[in-house]
C-alpha cells in the first residue's frame, strides 16, 4: 500500500453495468488509477495478487463467492477493501473485515468520495506512525444497535457506559445503544485514545475538559458535555501517568 502516487484501485462486480458506473465515477477524480476488473471471485484475487492494488472496491453479493469471503482469503494482502452492496445486512461483517468503507448501491459519488478520502486519510497516517498502530479516529465504525446498522466515527465517541449485556456509546450527535460486551468495543478502540476509567465507563482522553478532585480523593473528569466521570482508585495511578499530573 502507497500513498505516493495515484490510488491503484481494483473493480470486482459481477455486474458489467454495475462496473461501468463505478469506472465512471472513478474516473472523475484525478489521483486514482483503475488497474483492473473482476467479475468473479477467482479473477478477483489472482488480479489483486498480479497488480496488488491499493484499494479494492468489492462487491458482496457475487454469484460464486461472496465479497466477504474473497476478503477473507485475502486478508494478508496489502489492499484495503471498500464493500459496495445493495444489501445493509452484510455491514457488521464488513466491520469485522476490516473495510475501510461500505457503500450501497446504487453508489453516489459524494459517498465515493467520502471513501476515497477516508483512504488517502488513512495512509497518511499510517505513513506518519512510522508502521506503529494507531487508530484513525476518522475511520467509520459499523455497529448493529439491534434495529439498524449505525455507522460512527471514533472521533464521535465521549464515552462509552457499559450496561448489563449492553453499552451506550453516547457523544456529539451520537447516542447508540447495541448489545457487545466492554471488552468487544475496547478492543477495537486504541489505548493512546480512550482510557478505562472505572470498571463501566471508558472515556476519550480528547474530550476531557477539566479535572478535579472529588472529596475521597479520586480524580474526576468533566468531560466537554458536562458530564462527569470518576476514575475508580484501581485506575487513578494510570490516569496520573497518562494526563502527566
Known amino acids: 500500500m502507497s500513498s505516493v502516487g495515484p490510488i491503484r484501485i481494483g473493480i470486482v462486480d459481477d455486474e458489467p453495468l454495475a462496473r461501468d ?10 489521483d486514482v488509477n483503475i488497474e483492473f476488473e473482476a467479475e468473479n471471485a477467482e479473477a478477483a484475487i489472482r488480479n489483486v495478487r ?31 477493501i471498500v464493500f459496495c452492496t445493495a444489501d445493509p445486512a452484510h455491514a ?9 468503507d461500505y457503500l450501497h ?10 471513501a476515497l ?9 499510517s505513513d506518519s506512525s512510522n508502521g506503529s498502530k494507531h487508530l484513525n479516529m476518522e475511520k467509520p465504525i459499523l455497529i448493529n444497535d439491534g434495529e439498524k446498522t449505525q455507522i460512527f466515527t471514533p472521533n464521535q465517541i465521549e464515552s462509552i457506559v457499559s450496561i448489563g449485556n449492553y453499552v451506550k456509546l453516547k457523544g456529539i450527535n451520537l447516542n447508540i445503544v ?3 460486551t466492554m471488552s468487544y468495543i475496547e478492543g477495537r478502540l486504541s489505548s ?15 474530550k476531557v475538559a477539566k479535572v478535579e478532585f472529588s472529596v475521597s480523593g479520586n480524580y474526576m473528569l468533566i468531560m466537554d458535555s458536562g458530564e462527569v466521570i470518576t476514575v475508580s482508585r484501581r485506575q487513578s495511578a494510570q490516569m496520573k ?3 502527566k499530573l
Not at 458506473?21 to 484525478?30: H, N, S, V, Y
Not at 457488521?92 to 475501510?100: G, M, Q, S, T, V
Not at 478520502?117 to 497518511?124: D, I, L, Q, W
Not at 493512546?192 to 471508558?202: G, K, L, Q
Open 105 to 114: 448501491k446504487p453508489i453516489e459519488l459524494h459517498r465515493l468520495s467520502q
Open 50 to 80: 498480479a497488480f496488488k492494488p491499493d484499494l479494492l472496491f468489492l462487491d458482496i453479493g457475487l454469484p460464486d463467492v461472496t465479497g466477504l469471503h474473497i476478503a477473507s482469503i485475502l486478508a494478508k494482502d496489502d489492499c484495503m
Open 178 to 180: 447495541a448489545q457487545h
Open 92 to 100: 457488521l461483517e464488513a466491520f469485522d473485515l476490516n473495510a475501510i
Open 241 to 243: 501517568n497518562v494526563l
Open 21 to 30: 458506473e463505478m469506472r465512471r465515477l472513478l474516473r472523475m477524480f484525478d
Open 117 to 125: 478520502e477516508k483512504y488517502r486519510s488513512v495512509t497518511k497516517v
Open 192 to 206: 493512546d485514545v480512550f482510557f478505562r476509567a472505572n470498571r463501566s465507563t471508558i472515556i476519550n482522553l480528547s
